[in-house]
């Protein structure tokens, strides 16, 4: 009795479905975690505003979607000089007259796009580094990282205010700034996962039918380390959206991007801090409650990499 073999469109539904079932078991961490939940609802939000925020056109439908932001946050006199919070201003206005919940609304896209790229692109380097160092060792391993060591070595503030300063402050050279230090705890990390795969079945299963080392690395054990990467990948949003306020914060940020960390440093520099709280306060709030967003989305996220963590609650 002869078996049928598999289409190759079967094996690939089949691999579809698999992926879709484990991306499913993945979500279901969510549920009964209260954090976890208010996370995620505060980064639709945030993703919203940052999406929303000013006038959206879709051109191929030839619509144009209005921006949620009721000023444009860089039009001067659209209200008194350092006016409180009012009907026609809810956050009140700047020492220019610029309305301060226009400019929270704005501010949002940067963070996003400041975070969303900056850990993507740290968590792909740092990935690709882990996964390279472990799997082929020797000179290859050391080599590797002792790179990382002296990138740990580096403090990221002093780094990151010497390249902008001496490349510019645009908000590609802030997030290259960011992307040069953030990517060396993913290595270490993924490092030491890879360690603990290269050598078991599967792998030896690959090696054994003449699969490609670049085959091995990314079809086979990549698949396994990517959620922790992906935990990572959410921990590093956070850490680079607070990297820019600071470099914002310091003067160092880019001028032409309206972001929560340059209205502070505004309020500074107008010497307000302690007149226009309503000035102040938004853009600190906003910060903290992204970052605090993120980490309740990656602290569960850290149950998919350990299961056992389900069992603890």
């Known amino acids: 009795m002869s078996t049928q073999t598999p289409s190759r469109a079967e094996r690939l539904a089949d691999g579809l479905e698999r992926r879709f079932d484990r991306f499913r078991d993945g979500l279901s961490v969510f549920k009964g975690d209260r954090l976890g939940q208010i996370g995620v609802g505060l980064l639709v939000m945030f993703v919203f505003v940052g999406i929303f925020a000013r006038p959206t056109t879709i051109e191929f439908l030839n619509i ?17 000089r350092l006016e409180s919070p009012s009907a026609a201003h809810p956050l009140g206005t700047t020492d220019r007259g610029r309305d301060v919940f226009s400019q929270l609304l704005v501010g949002t896209r940067v963070t996003l796009l400041v975070g969303s790229l900056a850990a993507f692109m740290a968590v792909f380097i740092g990935t690709n580094v882990g996964l390279i160092s472990a799997y082929f060792g020797g000179w290859v391993d050391d080599l590797l990282m002792r790179i990382t060591d002296i990138v ?23 997030i290259a700034a960011i992307v040069l ?7 270490r990390v993924i490092r030491a996962q890879v360690l603990s795969h290269k050598n078991r079945p599967y792998v030896e299963s690959a090696e054994a039918i003449g699969a490609s080392d670049v085959r091995i690395m990314y079809r086979h054990i990549l698949p396994n380390v ?22 914002s914060f310091l003067g160092f940020g880019d001028p032409n991007m309206l972001s929560w960390g340059e209205m502070i440093f505004s309020v500074y520099n107008a010497d307000a801090v302690r007149v226009a709280w309503w000035w102040v306060f938004p853009p600190g709030i906003a910060i903290t409650l992204f970052v605090m967003s993120v980490f309740f989305v990656g602290r569960t996220l850290e149950k998919v990499v350990n299961p056992e963590l389900r069992h603890k609650e």
Do not use: C, K, M, Q
């Open 152 to 174: 740990y070595a580096v403090p990221f503030l002093p780094f990151a205010i010497v390249l902008v300063a001496i490349i510019g402050s645009s908000i590609v050279n802030i």
């Open 64 to 80: 144009t979607i209005p921006g949620i932001a009721p000023h444009d946050p860089t039009e001067r006199a659209v209200g008194g």
């Open 181 to 187: 230090i953030l990517w060396r705890s993913t290595a």
């Open 226 to 247: 990517l959620p922790l990467a992906f935990l990572y990948a959410a921990f590093a949003v956070g850490w680079a959206v607070i990297a820019e306020a600071s470099l």
